[in-house]
């Protein structure tokens, strides 16, 4: 099956500092990628669709310029919490459409490991 | 917009037993896919088992199979011949067909295998 990698796959940093993560699709070329974010406990949260080659659409109520979303290519999406607080802590999780065969069907998307960020 | 609901936060089955794990959902669409994820303590996702709205044929994976209730709107997963690797979180979602390809999860069931 399609694989999707998250580096890193836990970050510690200190209180206004940014961080970055990457996802990665290793054997397939995501145009569409999808970045979550999961508190403990509680079910994933859609925080932006990310499109390669153009800007990513945010869900309401995600601050579009404390999570910067990148999609340069068919295989890379980055995510950079940019000013990070405490309550940024939390597991970020990415996910990428993967081919299909129906016209019109929905593509199935393909999960990465997650990243656990702490913010001190 | 639609909407995912997972009535039972928690559940618990023995090894070897069965258990059902219910999920209805609310939509205007008339396509769309259901799956059920398990997340185990790793955190991955792990697709169990997708279902195409237009199939009236319940989908099953091995020991994984679904009741899925279209006028009824629900989506039920059970798992026969539980196994300790079973307990984890199972999430219920739901994405249109052929429009926004947002999954929209449930809260989620944590299940628990009793050895």
């Known amino acids: 099956g399609a694989v999707v990698s998250q580096h890193p796959s836990r970050v510690i940093c200190k209180s206004g500092t940014s961080v970055k993560i990457e996802c990665r699709s290793l054997?397939?070329?995501?145009?569409?990628m999808f970045w979550y974010r999961q508190f403990p406990k509680q079910s994933l949260m859609l925080m932006a669709t990310?499109?390669?080659?153009?800007?990513?659409?945010?869900e309401q109520g995600v601050e579009k310029d404390k999570f910067l979303i990148n999609h340069a290519s068919l295989t890379l999406s980055t995510l950079t919490v940019t000013s990070a607080h405490p309550e940024d802590s939390s597991f970020y999780i990415c996910?990428?459409?993967?081919?299909?065969?129906?016209?019109?069907?929905?593509?199935?998307?393909?999960f990465g490991p997650g990243t656990r960020l702490t913010v001190t | 917009a639609q909407t995912v609901t997972q009535s039972q936060p928690e559940m618990s089955v023995q090894e070897a037993e069965t258990v059902t794990l219910s999920c209805t959902y609310d939509?205007?669409?008339?396509?769309?896919?259901l799956f059920w994820y398990k997340q185990p303590p790793s955190r991955q996702m792990i697709l169990v088992i997708r279902?195409?709205?237009?199939?009236?044929q319940n989908a099953t994976e091995n020991r994984f199979s679904v009741n899925f209730q279209k006028a009824a709107k629900s989506f039920s997963l059970k798992i026969s011949d539980s196994q300790l690797g079973d307990a984890a979180m199972y999430f219920c979602?739901?994405?249109?067909?052929?429009?926004?390809?947002?999954?929209?999860f449930g809260k989620g069931t944590k299940l628990t295998v009793n050895p």
């Open positions: 990310s499109n390669e080659g153009s800007k990513a659409t945010y």
């Open positions: 996910s990428a459409r993967g081919g299909g065969t129906l016209a019109g069907a929905p593509l199935e998307q393909y």
């Open positions: 939509t205007s669409e008339s396509d769309y896919y």
């Open positions: 054997d397939f070329q995501a145009t569409t």
């Open positions: 979602a739901f994405i249109r067909w052929g429009g926004s390809e947002k999954l929209v």
């Open positions: 279902q195409e709205a237009y199939k009236q």
